[in-house]
């Protein structure tokens, strides 16, 4: 239960970083460059509180004329019109000038409006207009100093939007004088994208989370992505209990007979490997064999379409069909184009919170990786993966390309390794002059497991099998084992050297 | 002066005789709880800050706008009382409602101005 200390913003994700929304009667700056979408923030909290909590609010605009704000408004379903009729909403167009006149006049229009309609939000975009009155950084102080002064004395929560320049990196006086200060940012992913964030820099008195999260300009209005935090990583093994001693299947039983009886409920399973070695049949196979015995997946797709993958299983005998149909199988699919991790992370929760869900896929996570702003969240994103399914008891299978030279070892000392229950690396091998492929059980927590690397084959209309009895060439394999051991060995040796010769 | 008391749109078009004047009625016909001084609605605006305090002043006197103090810091806003509130509504939505009525509207005070001169 939110206490009544707090103002909701009623931005969807905002409330949920503030911990709980605004504290009442703070005043908030919101800094951004243009386009990032402050006026539209401040709109919104004016609007939810006048809709939802009954508390009348004021704007007052320098620069945009109020017409242009509803008309924005309305694209978002926004009826400000109405409120304004019911007087729960006010909006003033003036300069900055008169603005500062009127609010030292005790019977101005300002003050009037606040104690007649009895305003308990305002939203004064921008505050950077005080500038037209004056540049002197004292007398900008004092007139912020004054204004701040007036809303605290009447328990108004304010927002107060500011232009700052994208790399700016020096403090405003202003954000020393306010309660809070907000960040909204637009900076490019790549040559063709820009993507919003937002960053609560400080906040007075009550605990936030820190860091960038996802802001989208959605059909209703701004809409946040928080960047998913574990609640607990622990690599020191007080963690690696497994959740449930249920074993479940995996719908290939050479797999189930290496995983010593099949993986345990709740488990997290990194399926790493080449491309094409097989690592999104495996996730299907899994996926289809849970919803045929009653157990409901959820598959999240990226590069491929939900028809694409229909087609995909049909070719090896899995028809997902009758299991979409029957709602035992949900297909999340997003594209490469604006492709946002933090909003699958929220997408992902609030579909696992809405029905029981027991198994659940995520292909890929390499196309996740290049889009998360700063790498070292990647492991926080996975690890707020896991702790999401098996706080659900949703087993869950993770698909990660990994490069044709990348050995095991490496595998096993990644960031995420740590992060999973299990890991299963899945490889082409050049055996004779033929590609093959392979699977091996790196990691499986709480459980004994065949460690070898064995042999596996997709076949039509039957999926993956896997040979654990060395079927073909036993000796090669084994030699490859100890080959790839060799070679972690050898570079582990060469990097000693490195560093000693240093 | 009570130009417009108790008056029609008819009476507000007579007073709108020029094009700041018929600027600063559809401003404030758009954004009716604007308030600002003769500079702050000259930068609204986009125009000449000397003719519209002039335009501004002759609104006020004829009671559309209502003035708040005296020269630079007089504060102008849309008048309070209902009837001409409604006139000015009624103006607008006959004879500027569209872009073609506007343009008709404005050509005829060029030309009238034109004569004047």
Redesign the interface.
Known sequence: MISDEFVRTGIPGVDEILMGGILRGDTILVQGAPGTGKTTFGLQFIYYGALHCNEPGLIVTFEQ???QMLRDAKHFGWDFETLIEQRKI??????P??FQ??LQSPDG?IHRTLAEMDIQRVFIDSITHFQRITTDEVQLREMVSGLLNMLRQREITAILTQEVQQAEQSFTFEEYTVDAVIRLSLEPVDRAQRKRFIEVLKARGQAFLPGRHSLAIESTGIRVYPAPHPILISTDGADNEPPSLTRIRSGVPGLDRMLGGGLYEGFCVLLAGDVGAGKSILARQFIAYGAQHNERGLYVTIRETPEQVIRAAETIGLELRPLIENDMFTMLHYSLGDLDPYKIFWDIRNLVSSKPFKRAVIDSLSDIQPNLMEAATFRDYVAALRQLFRSHGITSMLTFDIRPTTVEQELIESEIAVVVDAILALRLRNIHDHMRKTITVLKMRGSDHDDGIRSMRIEPGEGMIVETGFEGMPSFLRRLQQLSMEVARGRQGFETEGSEAQ | MDACKGKSAAQIALIADSIVKVELLLFFHSNPMAMDTARGLSMWLGMDMRAVEKAADELADAMVLKRYGEGEDAVYTLTDDPEVKRAVVEFVSTVLSSKEKRSAFLRRLLCEEAKGR
Do not use: E, G, Y
């Not at chain 1, 006010?90 to 300069?95: R, V, Y």
């Open positions: 004329f109020p017409k006010h909006i003033i167009a003036t300069s000038h008169v006149k009127q229009i």
